[in-house]
């Protein structure tokens, strides 16, 4: 009961990458670069394990960008000529590639974390991918020039190597989708259908993460526009409740969202957010389990899988690690509470 884990990406160590950044630098290159990346990836199964948490991620230690580590292995994108592109509905700015062609992979594209974290943990291991739309929401169109074509071109793309992560031993493939809460009326248009192709044919269990964002200023800043309420969950969780995705992994320790919302999800596993990503204060096990409280009365216990709001890539290591010891003392702490 209780099942742990992160949502997906925990800060690089500052020999592999630049630290508290959102598109970090690597600070190797060639065959250094790879060790230092198995490295990184090892030290993060090690720490998860450690902590005490129940399913064990590879800490996304192996892609600069939980959207551009998958973009980088398909054809048809020009990496060379990046453009300014105001992304999530213009919330900031960011360097994004250009779609020029068909889109097809190149090859493998998460091959190599995955089978070494599967070699170094016996736990549940999640993997991460990004989901179509919020891919979508992260290059420029010059070729497709529809939306929803260019979104399912990714979507069989995706499909493929979630098949083959399938394959390689992962026991839950998660596509995050923080572009959900930013066009909601898309979201349950075609997002979740995209979604659903994503994850065809799959066995192991399938995830969706949809955020807030990162603790970062703009996303912060953004917030707070929200108001009081945040409503976005309600506008797709019918849909989601609908689909073929097992587990909806979303945001709620100091968020706004009101935890009724979650009812929408019934019948779903919902990875209830009991971490807050956007401070470095560490939550203590009384406030999780507290968070678990409220969560309880909205999804069933068999149910409820306590995780981070989202990823904690741009936070210190030190506060990273410390996140994560709460999160396993809390889960505890609420299983003794609510037996
Ligand atoms: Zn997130």
């Known amino acids: ?15 592999l990458a630049e630290t508290n950044k959102l598109w970090p630098k690597w600070h190797a290159e060639g065959s250094e670069l790879q060790q230092a990346k198995a490295d990184a990836t090892l030290l993060w199964i090690k720490e998860q394990e450690d902590a005490g948490l129940d399913i064990i991620g590879d ?30 509905n213009n919330r900031y700015d ?13 090859g493998r594209v998460h091959a190599f974390e995955a089978q070494l974290a599967r070699a170094h943990t016996k736990k549940k291991l999640k993997f991460t991918l990004p989901g179509p739309m919020t891919i979508v929401d992260t290059v420029a169109d010059r070729f497709y020039g529809d939306k929803v074509r260019m979104a399912m071109a990714f979507a069989e793309l995706l499909n493929q190597e979630a098949l083959a992560l399938q394959a390689d031993g992962v026991d839950i493939i998660q596509f995050d989708e923080p572009a959900f809460n930013v066009y909601m009326k898309d979201a349950a248009d075609w997002g979740v259908k995209a979604l659903e ?48 995705i097992d587990q909806v992994s979303l ?51 068999d149910k409820l899988f306590p995780c981070t709001n ?17 999160l396993a003392k809390g889960a505890a702490l609420a299983r003794e509470r609510y037996k």
């Open 94 to 106: 960011a360097q994004v590639p250009q779609v020029v062609a068909p889109l097809r992979l190149k």
């Open 197 to 244: 192709v994503a994850a065809r044919g799959l066995t192991c269990t399938t995830a969706v993460h949809i955020c807030y964002g990162y603790g970062i200023k703009a996303n912060v800043d953004w917030k707070n526009t929200l108001g009081n309420e945040w409503r976005q969950y309600e506008e797709i969780f019918p849909a989601l409740a609908k689909s073929s």
């Open 251 to 301: 945001e709620c320790f100091h968020s706004h969202v009101p935890p009724h919302l979650m009812k929408l999800l019934e019948g779903k596993d919902v990875m209830v957010g009991v971490i807050d990503v956007a401070s470095d204060t560490i939550e203590t096990p009384e406030e999780i389990a507290d968070t678990i409280g409220t969560a309880l009365q909205f999804v069933a216990r």
């Open 310 to 326: 989202c990823g904690l890539a741009p936070m210190s290591r030190e506060v990273a690690v410390k996140k994560l010891e709460a």
């Open 1 to 15: 009961m209780f099942q742990t884990s992160i949502a997906g990406s925990l800060p690089k160590p500052a020999w």
């Open 59 to 88: 800490g996304e230690q192996a892609r600069q960008h939980f959207v551009h580590g998958f973009v980088e292995h398909v054809e048809g994108i020009d990496f060379e000529h990046k453009v300014t592109m105001g992304i999530r």
